[in-house]
């Protein structure tokens, strides 16, 4: 773990430099083009769906996994090999599309790619050693972080997003303060640009969108059995 953290703070804290010394290169200026408002409302959906994916995953495999003696292949691993990864590129890539310009999605997934295939490669590694035929067999039929279309549409996404609202609870935290201060960014820049009507408006579309959320959640957690 310790190495993880020396990597991630090797990795991010340039970048995190470069864009305090900068802001203003990054960010987007709020526009009222309809296409923009897509892309924030696309933004937050992803966000949510993130940390969504990364609860599940994290809860799963904390309630399953028997203190890492056994290979977690089942609920959100059903679906990727590494779903809190894929969660974390939610997030990365609706910030993104919410607070900057579209062309940081690109330094965002050389971040990412760098960081995680590294991490990923060696976990692999280390599965391979603690469950060499098992884990063979697991790869060749889940992909490692991208899932297929037609996995998605295969069962019913309550099968591969299971949810208990205990395992929100340990999360609830760091969601809420990443959530805030997205949310606190994007507000500042819509007051100074926009007028009040298409602030309400935009307002309006991102408390739906966050109702929907919590109503996927709802849905989520009515599993009758994990």
Request: aromatic residues 14%; proline residues 4%; positive net charge.
């Amino acid at each position: 773990m310790k190495r993880r953290l020396k990597i991630t703070f090797i990795v991010v804290l340039p970048v995190l430099i470069f864009f305090a010394a900068f802001p203003s290169f990054f960010l987007k200026h709020t526009e009222t083009f309809p296409q923009d408002n897509i892309m924030e409302i696309l933004g937050i959906a992803l966000v949510l769906l993130g940390q969504i994916l990364r609860v599940s995953a994290r809860g799963y495999k904390s309630e399953y996994s028997k203190n890492g003696h056994s290979l977690v292949k089942t609920g959100p691993y059903a679906l990727v090999r590494n779903p809190m990864y894929l969660g974390i590129l939610l997030i990365g890539a609706g910030i993104v599309l919410l607070l900057f310009k579209w062309w940081a999605i690109a330094i965002f997934l050389s971040v990412f790619l760098f960081h995680y295939i590294m991490l990923i490669f060696r976990e692999e590694k280390l599965l391979l050693t603690c469950f060499p035929e098992e884990y063979l067999a697991y790869q060749k039929s889940v992909p490692r972080i991208l899932p297929s279309m037609h996995t998605l549409f295969k069962n019913d996404i309550r099968e591969y997003l299971p949810l208990k609202l205990s395992w929100f609870k340990k999360e609830i935290g760091s969601m809420l303060s990443l959530l805030c201060a997205v949310l606190f960014v994007e507000f500042l820049e819509d007051i100074k640009e926009l007028d009040i009507k298409s602030f309400i408006i935009e307002t309006g579309e991102m408390v739906a969108v966050i109702l929907l959320f919590l109503g996927l959640v709802i849905y989520l957690s009515k599993r009758k059995r994990i």
